[in-house]
Each structure stands twice: as structure tokens, then as C-alpha cells.
Nanobody, 123 residues
Framework: VQLVESGGGLVQAGGSLRLSCAAS????????MGWFRQAPGKEREIVAA????????YYRDSVKGRFTISRDNAKNTVYLQMNSLKPEDTAVYYC?????????????????WGQGTQVTVSS
């Protein structure tokens, strides 16, 4: 499976960005999808995950109420709407796919990764 992220960029604190991840593969609708991020000198961490149907989502505590993950299975695309951005959200954001319908949010649970897109939030 191939994952291609887009939508990153530079934004001021308090602003918004919407990340998109386009996936190849005819079984996208059965995959769990996730967004991870990695800041310089830090480990990659889960941001959000979404079940195959979109009915179940997971968010890390620091983004709850600000970020929304969603998916469009007809377009093989997953999104991450990021509002009220903070400088500490600055990182490379990665889309990840898990060939399993069961929701998961650990790094090791995801087998396919995109190339990443840079998000920079200025203060």
C-alpha cells in the first residue's frame, strides 16, 4: 500500500491546517488508519486513529477537542483537521495504515507509512 500525505505548512499559533492522506489499495475500507507525528529529538507518537468505518476514533490527550480525524472510504483518503494549533504541535506528521479492522494506536501496530509532511506552528 502507498500513502501520500499533503496539507502541511507554516501557520501561526491559533490557526488551522487540514492534512490529507491518499491511499492506494482496494481494501482501504477495511484498514485502521492513523496519524503520527515526530518532533526533532523526540520519538514518533500517535496523534489520532480511526477505525475502518470511521465509527471509532482515538486521540492523544493533548489534541482532544482541537484535532479531528475522519475518512472517506469512497476516495481512499483519511484527513486530520487541526484547529487551535500550538507551537508544540510542530512536527513531521505521518499517515499510517494497519491492515486490520481492529482499532489500534501503537507504532508497532501499523505496517505502512507515508513519507511525512511538515507542520510548523509559529508563536
Amino acid at each position: 500500500v502507498q500513502l501520500v500525505e499533503s496539507g502541511g505548512g507554516l501557520v501561526q499559533a491559533g490557526g488551522s491546517l487540514r492534512l490529507s492522506c491518499a491511499a492506494s489499495g482496494r481494501t482501504f475500507s477495511s484498514w485502521t488508519m492513523g496519524w503520527f507525528r515526530q518532533a526533532p529529538g523526540k520519538e514518533r507518537e500517535i496523534v489520532a486513529a480511526i477505525s475502518w468505518s470511521g465509527g471509532i476514533t482515538y486521540y492523544r490527550d493533548s489534541v482532544k477537542g482541537r484535532f479531528t480525524i475522519s475518512r472517506d472510504n469512497a476516495k481512499n483518503t483519511v484527513y486530520l483537521q487541526m484547529n487551535s494549533l500550538k507551537p508544540e504541535d510542530t512536527a513531521v506528521y505521518y499517515c499510517a495504515a494497519r491492515a486490520d479492522y481492529r482499532l489500534a494506536y501503537e507504532f508497532a501496530d501499523f505496517g505502512s507509512w507515508g513519507q511525512g509532511t511538515q507542520v510548523t506552528v509559529s508563536s
